[in-house]
Every structure is written in C-alpha cells, then in structure tokens.
C-alpha cells in the first residue's frame, strides 16, 4: 500500500490486527472488472455530514497531493485535468475568502460511485507497523528486508506472454532478455544472494515480521541502538499475490469471521516459521514479495508517503484502486463503523486518494489510513466495513459560475 519514496523503517509490533486488505484479494463487493462502475450525479446536500466535517483539515489534505504531479489518469467520464489543475492551484496559493466548505462545494461536483447490485462499498483499514530489528545480521534477528534489485523491472502487458504470463514485473538477464524474478521461496532459499544491487536494508525478528512490513508497504523497524529506520515501498518482484487467510479458511483453520491478521500470525508462527516447517510453507504460498527503501528517522516522527507521493494523513488519506481511480481526488466516505474506540459510530468525511494496495480492487473499495504504530494498527484491524462512496469531480471556474 504506502509507496513513499525513501524509507528506513524499524520498530515493534505490538498489537495483532485483522488488515482484511491483507486477507482477502478481493473484498466483498469487489469482485469482477475493477472498471465495472456508474457515477450517479447528486448534491453536496446528499453527503450526510459533510457541512459538519472538519474540511479544513480535507483542504489541506488535498492540497499535499497537489504538490506532486498527477498519475496517469484512468478513463474517467467527465473528469477534467485542467478544472483539478485549478482547484490544486487554488488550493496551494489560499486566495479568495472562500471557506473549506465553499472551495470544495464551488469547485467539485459529488457522484456517487456504483459498482455493484447492493450500491455500497467496502472499506478496510491500513498502518504503518512497527517491528524490532538490527542493522546487522544476529542470531535474534536473521531474516533480512532487501532493496530494489537493480535488474528487476516493470513488465509491459506485450511481453507478459509465455514464461512471463501473469507477471508484472521480470529479471533482465545479462544478455538483455527477460525472465520470471524469483518468487518468495527462491528469495528465501538465497536467489538474490549474489543479485545486482539487492541490498539488504536491515535485518528482523523473522520471516512473519516481513511478511507484515510488506503488506503495508512500509514499517519503522527500531533498531537496537534506539534509531528509528523506516521502510518504505520500492517495488515488487512481480509475482502473483496469494491471500494466504483464505488459504487458512479453506482448510477449516478459522471461519471467514474470525480471521484476523492476528490469528493468521499466530498460527504461522505456533506452527513454526523456520525453514520447511508449515508456517513458513503457508508463507512461500504467496509469491509475491517486496523491496524497500530506507532511511534513519531524524527528529519528530514523520508520517509515510503513499504511492502518489504525498505524506500520509490519518484519517484523510485512502487507498484505492489506481487502475480506476487517479491519485489526488477528493472521495466522502459515508459508513459506521469503529474507527474512534470499539463502538462503531458514523465515519462521514472528505479523504483524499493518495495511495494504493494489491488487494484494493474495484471503484467502491477503499483502504483508511490510520497512522502509525500499535493504536492506530488496533484500530486499523477492526476496519472491514460497508457503507457508501463517493467522488468529487473537479469542474472549471469562471466569473459568475462553473464551464
């Protein structure tokens, strides 16, 4: 999910959490072609509770990722580059007397996004975890977080055919070819031990500690010196992703409902971890595997930029599905679910796409940042909540109106 561009990251992980993103490829309702979708065209005074949300605190979100430069835009009827351009100026510069309220009301128009036979959408939540580690290799922690593979790079869907069907990403071989990268277990079993430029970052506690840092993108690992280094998303060795909890589910572990990351951790390692012993083979069945950056926190705690560049906002940030959705739009999420205490209690506010994440598929999912460390992963776990979607569409200004 997070995808900033540098990062160092370690720390400890202290609280279980359920992260569905993590679980599930695809959550309910998110099934099928991530573009199968309508916009129904309503009013601002159709968003329950938006007059009542702090929209300072969205503007100024939503200015963040105006610093960076848009994504590739996704086909989206009646989105206009040039109508963002300008609000992402506006909002930058301040001028005018506008309030919160006004700039988002005068400059964007809310859909209600529909993609499947219910209406609602699916949201989940997301942290950035913090787990123990060491800048060098020990005997308490031996697993290690490696770097960006210089010759690991993005596949073009023309050559995913043949040995590269299914892959997004491939090795460049010596003589300029393409082959599959190495997936997990050939990782594990030392394939990048004499690879170009695959550095390790850090060392941790072991392979599920890893496996956690990669599904959010990113973690702070502390290090035994008292430093704080800080992991973020570098790529992915394009190999397919496996939801190793519904593995778990269909061989009768758990039931849907009582599969958490927690109890999928503590099976791994109850069931051990170590090389050839079943937790690590449960592991090796997701080929998918991260490479990070790092870097060595200074000064007060920042939090992690997210796939569009911009740094992460509790509670104002979201994850979406890129292929649909482009980086920087304002969304109103309307559900109840526990996102203060254990108490579900309406969650109605304007967040900002400024991320992404494999298991975020389809236009009415999205992933809630929460922030960083065990509080906000507790919180985070209990996400797994329905309700509706919305996206505020940019329109152009002119004297006395809109175009």
């Known amino acids: 999910m997070i995808q900033p561009a540098v990062g160092l990251v370690l720390g400890r992980l202290r609280v279980g959490l359920v992260l569905w993103l993590a679980l599930w490829v695809l959550a ?19 968003l329950p509770g938006f007059s009542q949300d702090r929209l300072g605190e969205a503007l100024k979100t939503f200015a963040k990722t105006c610093d960076r430069p848009l994504n590739a835009t996704p086909a989206i009827e009646g989105f206009d580059r040039k109508a963002q351009a300008e609000a992402c100026r506006a909002a930058r510069e301040g001028k005018g007397a506008e309030t919160p309220q006004e700039f988002f009301e005068r400059r964007f128009r809310p ?115 008292g430093r704080v280094l800080v992991l973020t998303f570098a790529g992915k060795n394009g190999q397919p992703y496996t939801a190793l909890a519904r593995v778990l589910v269909e061989r009768g572990v758990a039931t849907p409902a009582e599969m958490t990351m927690d109890r999928l951790t503590q099976w791994i390692r109850a069931n051990g971890s170590g090389r050839g012993q079943p937790g690590d083979e449960l592991l090796r069945l997701n080929k998918s595997f991260v490479f990070f950056n790092a870097h060595v926190e200074t000064g007060v705690q920042a939090q992690p930029r997210g796939g569009g560049g911009a740094p992460l906002t509790p509670l104002r940030s979201i994850a979406v599905d890129k292929r649909v959705w482009p980086y920087g739009l304002p969304f109103f999420i309307d559900s109840i679910m526990p996102w203060r205490n254990t108490e579900p209690e309406p969650l109605r506010r304007v967040v900002v796409a400024q991320d992404t994440g494999a298991a975020i598929v389809g236009a009415a999912r999205a992933d809630i940042y929460f922030g960083l460390g065990g509080e906000a992963g507790a919180r985070a776990a209990a996400i797994r909540h329905h309700g509706q979607f919305f996206i505020l569409l940019p329109v152009r200004m002119r004297t006395g109106g809109w175009r």
């Open 111 to 225: 859909f209600r996004i529909v993609a499947n036979a219910s209406g609602d959408a699916f949201f989940t939540g997301y942290y950035q975890p913090e787990v123990a580690g060491s800048l060098t290799r020990t005997a308490a922690f031996p697993v290690p977080a490696y770097g960006l593979p210089s010759d690991l790079v993005l596949l073009p869907p023309a050559k995913r055919t043949g040995a590269l069907s299914g892959l997004i990403a491939a090795r460049r071989t010596p003589n300029g070819g393409l082959a599959p990268f190495p997936d997990r277990a050939a990782i594990e079993d030392g394939a990048l031990e004499r690879a170009p430029g695959a550095r390790k970052l850090v060392y941790l506690r072991d392979n599920v500690d890893l496996f956690l840092a990669q599904v959010q993108g990113s973690a702070r690992v502390r290090l035994t010196d």
């Open 28 to 46: 309910p309702g998110a099934a099928g072609c991530a573009a199968a979708y309508r916009l129904d065209a309503v009013s601002f005074a159709d």
